[in-house]
Nanobody, 115 residues
């Protein structure tokens, strides 16, 4: 059974930083592309960043240069370091993986950027 558990959200002022983590279980973690999505009120869920099994990374244009995705294939975790946060980064952030063409999601962690 695939399980994803996020942590690390919270309230931060504009310009601040947060680090999100997601621990996976139920999959051979090192073989999978891991993703971070976010969804803010009234908007569709959007892909923020992904990292494949070789460590290649992709980012949404809106976060390039500010966010960094990384993975630990020993701890089976994927992290999202978020710097220079802006109010428009406020959203629920979800860790996600596809297994056998089915998407799996964590419970989400809320990030609020506000002064």
């Amino acid at each position: 059974q695939v399980r994803l558990v996020e942590s690390g959200g919270g309230l931060v002022q504009p310009g601040g930083s947060l680090r999100l983590s997601c621990r996976a279980s139920g999959i051979n973690f090192r073989l999978y592309t891991m993703n971070w999505y976010r969804q803010s009120t009234g908007k569709q869920r959007e892909l923020v960043a992904s990292i494949d099994s070789n460590g290649s990374r992709n980012y949404a244009d809106s976060v390039k240069g500010r966010f960094t995705i990384s993975r630990d294939n020993v701890q089976w975790t994927v992290s999202l370091q978020m710097n220079n946060l802006k109010p428009e980064d406020t959203a629920a952030y979800y860790c996600s993986v596809r297994d056998r063409d089915l998407p799996y999601w964590g419970q989400g962690t809320l990030v609020t950027v506000s002064s």
